[in-house]
């Protein structure tokens, strides 16, 4: 199983980034898709999950701004990130939870995807 993180980029301050993450393999189904980063000498942070059936989570600094969504049927989750502030800056991870194959259920992370908010 991969995950490969795609969308990242610079932007000015107020615009917008769409960032994509597919999982690609043997997959059945995957419990919980996320999105998570971590900005340079900071922890990795959660950002945002999303469920299977669509129940989803934010970080309280990207509520309101983040709206991330799910392609079950593709094995993709998706973070639409709107009015992009400075300190949104960072290595942006996927994650997926719960990922069943006809071996085992497990947990794998994307390689990261840079977003830099700067004018």
């Known amino acids: 199983v991969q995950l490969q993180a795609s969308g990242g980029g610079l932007v000015q301050p107020g615009g917008s980034l769409r960032l994509s993450c597919a999982a690609s393999?043997?997959?059945?189904?995957?419990?919980?898709m996320g999105w998570y980063r971590q900005a340079p000498g900071k922890q990795r942070e959660l950002v945002a999950t999303?469920?299977?059936?669509?129940?989803?989570n934010y970080a309280d600094l990207v509520k309101g701004r983040f709206t991330i969504s799910r392609d079950n049927a593709k094995n993709t989750v998706f973070l639409q990130m709107n009015s992009l502030k400075p300190e949104d800056t960072a290595v942006y991870y996927c994650?997926?939870?719960?990922?069943?194959?006809?071996?085992?259920?497990?947990?794998?992370w994307g390689q990261g995807t840079q977003v830099t908010v700067s004018s």
């Open positions: 999303c469920t299977s059936g669509g129940s989803t």
């Open positions: 393999g043997s997959i059945f189904s995957i419990s919980v």
């Open positions: 994650k997926a939870q719960g990922v069943r194959t006809s071996a085992f259920v497990s947990t794998y």
